[in-house]
């Protein structure tokens, strides 16, 4: 498998559609998120690191929000300073979501929350629950994609007023 794809997990068969890519409501607000999780779980989500790789001109590898680490995916999702106060509650929601969860089951591992975050179902491979999986879809998977939604969303706007800043300033 590509290294891109490390977080796609047993939960894909040919054929198929992963349970990222579905939506238990017909909410538009909920299906419009469903591009960025995809993305991210695929490893097609563009940040400075792989910017840096597919640019000739070599760009800097350093996060543009918070400078102080290369932006990879799990500096993204769990470090970067400058969206830590979106990340904060969502996070430790999707914790509890996921003790609560690993308890109810007995599952008797421990998880990576930057694993949980990327594809909440990546440890379903293992226990071949269709209870399991149904909580996923109602109580982690949403919370998981609004996390992710958010964080891309900020982002976005931190950077677009960092251009703006910089447009003026050359003016």
Known sequence: MFSSLQYLGGMYRIGKCHPTATTCSANIRDISRIPIRLKILTGSYILQIKRAVF????PDQTCMLCG???????HFLLVCTELENIRMTLTRE???VCSVLFAKYELNTKFDLLTILINPYYYCSQWNSKNLISDIDQLLEPLCRCLCYKLHAKRYQLLDI?????????K
Do not use: F
């Open 55 to 58: 640019n000739n001109t070599n």
């Open 68 to 74: 102080k680490s290369d932006e990879t995916l799990s």
């Open 94 to 96: 999707i914790i509890e």
């Open 162 to 170: 960092q251009t703006r800043t910089i447009r003026k300033l050359a």
